[in-house]
């Protein structure tokens, strides 16, 4: 009887995760830990620059230096892989400093202009350098067979942990500091009690980013992402002003869509492991396309904007569990696959910058109906 209660629960997770609790557990916890982390300290970020008075000018020029060097992080993190011998080794200084760089709002007054640009300059060069490698991690420990599951649980743990943390309602800088930092702490607390295995680079299958570019599935799968980024996150404040006007405010629109995209991550995760990812992949564009032509033929419609809701809301269950952590490790096919994430990562990148800095004046411009 106790062999059995004991293999019982150790069955139910091989069925769940495809693999045992403590391999699932350590990716799982790393990239839900970093993602949490980097949403939170954006919109940390963001609430600052909105407060502090800053013009237009100034703000653009922090989220653009945000944004590029993100970006440029991102990409270099690959080339730094090659210098180090283990994921785990740089993955544990990573989070270290991380939570270091969380406290530094205690020790500076970050509402002034010079020091939120250099703020906003580390945090977003420390989460580029190291949000590949958790990536990589994440690839290297899952396989085929089960990445997919693994990555819609793991955006599920993002979800709840943002929404934890959004709760909270917390405005004071120096609380806002301390939740990061301590955020940051439990995901290093939680490694070193679960002591994940040794996870080695491999020295040998380094690939330039040139040699991946001109791989034809790859070009295909980045090419239809980078597209459809830029068209849904441009569609954005055009759609949010038709919900202020039919609810009285987006709140309730984004509070659904991410409670959706949530729920189907995890479904879709599954589906994709049996069913192939490019079915889902295009599953999701068909539900997208059948959202935004509603929204076209029936603008003034509550019937219209509920449809689309809800559609666009399991859409993006599709596409956070497919683009952002299953498909880039897939087609590195046992390599490194830091380069593949970097890559993958800059057209959601570049669109979330577009909707910053071109998105109010795009709604201003551009009917529901044109959409």
């Not at 995890?266 to 992949?281: C, E, M």
Request: hydrophobic letters at 55%; one cysteine or more.
């Amino acid at each position: 009887m106790y062999t059995y209660a004991v293999t019982m629960p150790k069955q139910a997770c091989k069925t769940i995760f495809g693999t045992s609790l403590k391999v699932a557990a350590v990716p799982i916890i790393m990239v839900a830990n970093a993602l949490i982390w980097y949403f939170y300290y954006f919109g940390f970020v963001g609430d600052i620059i909105n407060t502090a008075g800053f013009s237009n000018v100034e703000s653009l020029t922090i989220w653009g230096i945000s944004f590029l060097v993100l970006a440029l992080s991102a990409l270099f993190s690959a080339t730094l892989l090659n210098r180090t011998k283990s994921r785990n080794t740089f993955l544990f200084y990573w989070l270290s400093v991380g939570v270091i760089f969380s406290l530094i709002p205690l020790a500076i007054d970050i509402t002034q202009l010079n020091l939120i640009i250099i703020f906003s300059f580390f945090g977003n060069m420390y989460f580029g350098l190291g949000m590949p490698i958790c990536f990589g991690y994440f690839a290297t420990v899952t396989e085929a067979r089960n990445r997919s599951r693994m990555s819609g649980i793991t955006f599920l743990c993002v979800f709840l942990g943002f929404f934890f943390l959004s709760v909270l309602n917390i405005n004071e800088i120096a609380l806002n500091s301390l939740v990061l930092a301590v955020w940051k702490f439990s995901g290093f607390a939680a490694l070193l009690l679960i002591k994940p295995e040794e996870e080695k680079v491999f020295q040998s299958s380094r690939e330039s980013y040139i040699s991946i570019l001109k791989k034809r599935p790859f070009l295909l799968y980045f090419t239809s992402w980078l597209m459809f980024s830029v068209v849904n996150y441009l569609a954005i404040p055009i759609i949010s002003n038709s919900f202020t006007k039919v609810f009285g405010s987006d709140t309730f629109m984004y509070i659904l869509e991410s409670v959706l995209a949530a729920g189907f991550a995890v479904v879709f995760g599954f589906l994709g492991d049996y069913v192939g990812r490019k079915r889902l992949t295009v599953t999701g564009f068909i539900l997208l396309g059948v959202g935004y032509a509603s929204l076209g033929l029936f603008p003034k419609s509550i019937t219209g904007q509920w449809f689309y809701l809800i559609v666009d809301g399991i859409a993006w269950g599709a596409f956070y569990t497919i683009f952002l952590m299953t498909l880039w490790g897939d087609l590195a096919d046992g390599r490194n696959s830091e380069k593949y994430y970097a890559i993958g990562s800059l057209p959601y990148l570049f669109s979330n910058f577009m909707l910053i800095s071109m998105g109010s004046y795009i709604s201003d411009l551009v009917a529901q109906s044109a959409i």
